[in-house]
């Protein structure tokens, strides 16, 4: 069960594996007759395969645990599917449900783990397989593999990572429910005081406000990639304004000499070689836009107009030069961080 990339290393690796795979459930397209249909990319793997494709609105209706009971299928594995199972659905395979997750649980049960992972700082990501229960993200571990996050890695690079983390995670469940008799207890017990929420973002999420530290920023530009992605209007004094979308940020502590004192939203160019904290850099991270924060600086190496494609600092500069009143809007009402 699954719809999005995640599940896909896992399941092929199932089917190398030699075990069949009878039914692959997934979800409903909400509009079908839609110009663009969103990916599903589990689906498209099935559907390559010839495998037998169920896309039921609600697992948990009667009718649909009755097609999953009459696969007659030792296990249930679920992946970024979407729905969370009933009691009644878990019985419908003999050893019930595991759920591979995209965290170290119990820190980041929900919808979004990857980006939760680097906006709240950690160091290391990983990805947890459960015994399910019918609780969000709450049954006990049954393998956990854990990786380092790069210092500029994005969600969008971190995610296929794990999901190639999660096919050994897999297999160790695996291995484990094979010989488990039913009865016995199975995995570790998630600690409930240890647990964080990973929600999904939604658009509004990706707004900049330079009132917060830098350091909070370039995590959210890392963890918004590719959704919902982060954004800040900047204006010049002509009354010239300009959507951009941020893609790559830094941050340093040792504010621009130029930028000193100067409010949130403050924007010049620099180059890294004048910065104390960044002399090493090299490009793209040689021209910079340099934002002045409530916390340090926020560097701006590639950028994207609104309807137009991502470039360099330096290409912006060159067709878009600041002068001594070009400032970054600031939200009203002031934007609230998604966490600490």
């Known amino acids: 069960m ?30 079908p007759a839609a110009k663009k249909l969103p990916p599903r990319p589990l ?28 696969q007659h299928a ?34 980041h049960r929900g919808a979004a783990p990857v ?50 983390a999660g096919v050994d995670a897999v297999r160790t469940a695996i291995v484990q429910l094979e ?12 600690d409930k005081t240890l647990v964080t929420k990973a929600p999904r973002f939604c658009k509004a999420d990706g707004a900049l406000d330079f009132r917060l530290s830098a350091d909070y920023l370039v995590r959210l530009v890392r963890a918004c990639q590719p959704w919902p992605g982060t954004f800040a209007e900047l204006k010049w004094a002509s009354g010239k304004h300009m959507r951009l979308i941020i893609h ?24 890294a070689i004048d910065l104390p904290d960044a002399v090493d850099w090299q490009p793209p ?18 950028i994207q107009p609104a309807g137009k494609r991502a470039m360099d600092a330096a290409e912006f500069l060159r067709g878009h030069p600041l002068d001594d009143s070009t400032r970054f809007s600031l939200p009203d009402p002031p934007v609230s961080p998604l966490c600490e």
């Open 43 to 70: 689906f498209d793997w099935a559907q390559a395969r010839g495998d037998k494709v169920f896309e039921p609105p609600s697992i948990n209706a009667p009718e649909a645990i009755e097609v999953v009971k009459s």
């Open 2 to 31: 699954g719809t999005g990339p995640f599940a896909v290393p896992s399941a092929q690796a199932l089917v190398a594996d030699g075990h069949e795979i009878p039914l692959v459930v997934t979800r409903p397209l909400a509009n």
């Open 248 to 271: 790559a940020a830094r941050s340093v502590h040792t504010m621009p000499p130029n930028l000193r004192n100067s409010p949130p939203g403050t924007v010049i160019a620099v180059e």
């Open 115 to 164: 980006q939760w992972s680097i906006l709240r700082g950690d160091n290391l990501a990983g990805v947890t397989v459960i015994h399910m229960t019918p609780g969000l993200d709450a049954g006990p571990a049954l393998a956990i593999e854990q990786r380092q996050i790069k210092p500029d890695e994005t969600a969008e690079e971190l995610e296929p990572r794990l999901a190639q």
């Open 285 to 302: 991270w040689r021209q910079l836009l340099a934002v002045a924060t409530g916390q340090g600086a926020f560097l701006v190496s590639r």
């Open 74 to 107: 030792d296990l249930l594995f679920v992946c970024d599917y979407g729905q969370i199972l009933s009691k009644a659905c878990l019985g419908a395979a003999r050893l019930g449900g595991i759920n591979l997750h995209g965290s170290i649980l119990p820190r």
């Open 179 to 190: 010989s488990w008799d039913g009865v016995s207890a199975l995995g570790e017990i998630q």
